[in-house]
């Protein structure tokens, strides 16, 4: 008997706002969206300060998550007061991927964390971060972490670890990729590994190894996706686990 390919149904994702103070509105970057798309899933973007009734309504229609850039993540999450150096925070961001992580990690649902993303998985399973790399973070040697555009370039370049789902996907040692940001992972949290590594010693990468899908990247897919089949294959495995 012959299946009925129409009756199969791509998986949804939500995708978390991005938030512009200046003009009180949420917008969103299209490689986010046009990542996912491509990649065979459904992208939705969800409201920035929903019921918690309703964030559960909206749960039961989704497949995964996407923690998208930003703004930094407060410190005070991570026991610490700001420093000069530290961006603009939001707070309603911080509050409702707090919300969606439990939901998501309790749930064994696939989350996909990009550069903010990786930074606020790592936050909210008990790390710390650098809230400004030039102020606070000495590596091996000077790379560049905050490009300038054009961000579908490489800049520098991470050693993935041997023994990650990132390597056992790419089937590589070494990968360049674009670097937008100045905050980083400072101590790891709890049920995390390194995945990858940046030259100056920096932690780009990191994965839960018990669950499904929880991944966390520094660099940004989103950018450079159209020009790197590497940034592909990452969007095209977080959707396949969102199946």
């Known amino acids: ?35 996912i798309r491509d990649a065979g899933g459904i992208p ?27 703004h930094d993540v407060d410190p005070q999450m991570y026991g610490e007061e700001p420093v000069s150096a530290c961006g603009v925070c939001c707070p309603q961001r911080d509050i409702l991927e707090e919300k ?5 990690k309790e749930k064994d649902k696939p989350i996909l964390g990009i550069c903010r993303g990786i930074q606020l998985l790592n936050v909210l399973a008990g790390g710390t971060l650098y809230q400004d790399l030039p102020q606070q973070f ?16 490489t ?38 590994e390194v995945m ?16 499904k899908f929880i991944w966390g990247i520094q660099w940004h897919p989103e950018f450079i996706y159209l020009k790197d089949d590497t940034a592909k294959k990452i969007f095209k495995a977080f959707v396949e686990a969102c199946a």
């Open 44 to 70: 939705v973007i969800l409201p920035l300060q929903p019921e918690m009734e309703d964030l559960k309504q909206l749960d039961a229609m989704l497949d995964g998550y996407l923690f998208t850039g930003g």
């Open 1 to 35: 008997m012959i299946k009925d390919r129409t009756c199969i149904q791509k998986p949804v994702i939500g995708v978390i706002p991005l938030w512009d103070e200046e003009k009180d509105s949420i917008w969103m970057v299209p490689g986010y969206l046009d990542g």
């Open 155 to 192: 800049v520098h370049d991470v050693e993935i670890m041997e023994n990650s789902p990132l390597y056992a996907l790419l089937q590589q040692k070494n990968l360049p990729v674009n670097s937008y940001h100045h905050q980083g992972i400072g101590s790891m949290g709890k049920g995390f």
């Open 138 to 153: 000495s590596g091996t040697k000077e790379i560049e972490h905050h490009m300038t555009a054009p961000y579908d370039r």
């Open 100 to 104: 969606i992580y439990k939901m998501a």
């Open 196 to 211: 990858a590594v940046s030259e100056d010693g920096l932690i780009e990468g990191i994965y839960a190894p018990d669950k």
